[in-house]
C-alpha cells in the first residue's frame, strides 16, 4: 500500500439528517477537520469508500448559552473555541483547546473530531510497511497487542485533551443516528479498550456538546515532551466542587477516565497527598510512547496535585 490517498467519494450534506443518511453508505467515514483523518488516509489506517465532510451543517456550529449553561457545535473549531468568551467560564476547556497541536491545527480541528480522536500507540501510528514488518498489531489486522502481548485486549491510549476538560463539568453528548436522537454522559461514552473505545453506534455522530453551570474553576494541564504540536503523554482536568474537586484524565489509559476521588477537601498536606495517590491508582500507561509508563503515572499526579493546589 502506498502513502497516497486512496479512492473515494467525498459528500457534503447541508443538515444532520443528511449527514446520518450519508454515513448508511459502506464504507462511509466522518471527515470534520482532518487533521488526524488526513493522516490515517495517508498511512493507510482509514480506507473509507465515502467520506461525509459535516463542515456545513449549521446545527453543528456555533457556541450559544442554554439556561444558565452552554451548547455547543461538534463543529465548533478548537481555535474559536478557544477564544470564545462564553467557553472562557469553563477555564480547563479553554485551557485545553488552546494548548491541541499548533495553530494551523486548532484553526480547522474541531471539538467533536479531538472527542472522537482515534487512539495511539508506538505500534500503530506508523506506516503501512512499518505496521506489516511487526505482523501488524491487534488494534489493526494483526492478533496480539505488542504492548501487552499476553493480554485479549488494544491497550493504544486515548490521546484527546478537551474530554477530561468537559467531563469534570459534567459534560453531555447531543448524538444523531439511524435511530434518532439521544443524550448521553460524556464520561459514558468511552469504553476501556483501545481498539474499539467510543460507544457510537453504526451511522452515529456527535452534534453538540451540552454543559450544565460551571460549578466553580477549573484547570487542564498536560505532560509533553514539546511544548507545542505533542498528543499529551498525560493530561489532567480538575474543577472545583463545594466537596473538593472532580478530576479526569488523559493519555494515560485507552479511554479518558475520571478519578474516584470522594474526599471533602482540606487545605492541608494530607489531602493533596491523597489526591495525587488517587491520581496515580487511576492512571494506568502503558508502552505506548517512547517515554516510560511509570514516569509518566508520576507525573500526571504531581502535576495533578500541583494544578489543585493552585485552584485550592
Not at 505488542?146 to 491510549?157: Q, S, T
Not at 479526569?248 to 495525587?276: H, I, Q, R, W
Amino acid at each position: 500500500m502506498s502513502e497516497l490517498l486512496p479512492d473515494f467519494t467525498l459528500v457534503r450534506p447541508a443538515t444532520v439528517a443528511e449527514a446520518v443518511a450519508a454515513l448508511a453508505r459502506e464504507g462511509a467515514q466522518i471527515l470534520a477537520g482532518g487533521t488526524d483523518k488526513l493522516v490515517q488516509l495517508r498511512r493507510g489506517l482509514a480506507v473509507p469508500d465515502v467520506l461525509v465532510d459535516i463542515g456545513a451543517i449549521d446545527e453543528m456550529q456555533g457556541v450559544a448559552a442554554e439556561g444558565e449553561g452552554l451548547r455547543i457545535g461538534a463543529a465548533v473549531t478548537l481555535a474559536s473555541l478557544a477564544r470564545d468568551p462564553l467557553a472562557r467560564a469553563y477555564a480547563s476547556l479553554a485551557e485545553a483547546a488552546a494548548c491541541v497541536a499548533a495553530p494551523g491545527h486548532r484553526a480547522v480541528a474541531t471539538i467533536g473530531g479531538n472527542l472522537c480522536l482515534d487512539t495511539r500507540c508506538l505500534y500503530y501510528n506508523q506506516s503501512h510497511w512499518w505496521r506489516q514488518s511487526n505482523d501488524f498489531c491487534l488494534k489493526y489486522q494483526g492478533t496480539v497487542c505488542h504492548v501487552a502481548p499476553r493480554g485479549n485486549r488494544c491497550r493504544a491510549a486515548f490521546s484527546g485533551d478537551l474530554a477530561p476538560a468537559l467531563m469534570v463539568h459534567g459534560a453531555t453528548l447531543e448524538i444523531a443516528g439511524p435511530e434518532g436522537r439521544r443524550r448521553v454522559a460524556l464520561a459514558e461514552f468511552y469504553v476501556e479498550d483501545g481498539a474499539g473505545f467510543l460507544t457510537l453506534a453504526p451511522g452515529e455522530l456527535i452534534v453538540a456538546i451540552h454543559l450544565p453551570a460551571p460549578a466553580g474553576p477549573s484547570a487542564y494541564a498536560k505532560l509533553r515532551v514539546r511544548k507545542s504540536i505533542d498528543f499529551p503523554l498525560a493530561g489532567v482536568a480538575l474543577a472545583r466542587t463545594e466537596r473538593g474537586f472532580d478530576i479526569a484524565l488523559t493519555g494515560t489509559n485507552s479511554c479518558p477516565k475520571m478519578v474516584n476521588f470522594d474526599v471533602p477537601f482540606s487545605p492541608d498536606d494530607a489531602y493533596f497527598t491523597a489526591l495525587e495517590k488517587a491520581v496515580q491508582k487511576a492512571a494506568s500507561p502503558q508502552r505506548t510512547t517512547t517515554i516510560q509508563p511509570h514516569y509518566r503515572r508520576l507525573a500526571i499526579a504531581a502535576l495533578a496535585a500541583r494544578t489543585a493546589r493552585a485552584l485550592a
